[in-house]
């Protein structure tokens, strides 16, 4: 065998060594992956990305964040995707603003051979996504509103509810948090799949709050010039919470006679449900959300396998608890020390 010979076949070994390597399974090392926040201000949204850098840095992966501008930014995740496409991402872990609307965008990425899997937030349809990590937003909601019906009792038949939802569009954990407040406290959601549709007496209106304590603040005020009556208060999380409250204490009905719920579980949250701003709050794990969501994208690319919904749901549901210091007989909660030692934020 001549020399030039034996140069062919060692350099048709390399390459078949190099083609192996680059079509057989990705190492943990290899392993890019995308996440998409709604924004970068939320401490959930800080904690997700707490989590998905601690568990990409023990597995040896790497995650790079975007985020929205401003809580309902479809425009900001959109290039975000298409840029992750481009950088060749494995996979793509979203907390979508829009559910409806970033559904074309996540199928370019799974066209592309990227795992695409939501956080918190199911898409519109949830099938649209390879797989979704989040709370049972139905339950979270579902657990104020039976804790509001049990401490009004009686009252609750003639309570005066307000609503501060988050966004116009109601994407499907505004939804489903909503619907199941309505539910546990004794109002038919009608069409759970949407709100607005309601016809209970009790309802005093809604407003789009976009899950700041500004739109609390906001929300509240404006709800209160149509009712001076309200005794109970729903809002889709914790900062608009806190926004709403102001907006009582400035009208001096903070003494206790309204009654507020919601829904996160971060330590800020917590804080103002021992403090008694907030009654009673269904805490959820972000953190769980997005390190389930690194390790099922490292799965994807070194074995192909996809993650699996918990039995009997069509996602993987990461928990969630009440937290209130006001119990009340018949429901399950953890207290605020409790809740403290969980919290994120």
Known sequence: ????????????????????????????????????????????????????????????????????????????????????????????????SD????????????????????????????????????????????????????????KTKTAHVAFLDALENQPTVDVARDQGFMKGFGIDPKDTSRYLDEDDKRIVGHFWAKGSDEGGRTGMETLLQKDPSINVVYTINEPTAAGAYEALKAAGKADGSVLVVSVDGGCPGVKNVKAGVIGATSQQYPLLMASKGVEAVVEFAKTGKKPKPTPGLKFFDTGVQLITDKPVQGLKSINTAEGLKLCWG
């Open 1 to 96: 065998m001549t020399l030039h010979s034996r140069s062919a076949i060692w350099l048709l070994a390399a390459v078949a060594v190099l083609v192996a390597g680059t079509a057989g399974p990705a190492r943990a090392a290899d392993v890019f992956i995308g996440l998409i926040t709604k924004t970068d201000s939320n401490p959930f949204f800080v904690k997700m990305r707490e989590g998905a850098d601690a568990t990409a840095k023990k597995v040896g992966a790497r995650v790079q964040s975007f985020a929205g501008k401003f809580d309902g930014d479809n425009d900001t995740q959109v290039a975000a995707i298409e840029n992750l496409i481009s950088a060749g991402a494995k996979g793509i872990l979203i907390t979508p």
């Open 99 to 154: 559910t409806k609307a970033i559904v074309p965008t996540v199928k370019k990425a799974r066209d592309a051979g990227i795992l695409v899997i939501a956080l918190d937030t199911p898409l519109e349809p949830i099938e649209a996504a390879d797989a979704t990590f989040a709370t049972d937003n139905f339950k979270a909601g579902l657990l104020i509103g039976e804790w509001a019906a049990k401490t009004l009792g009686a």
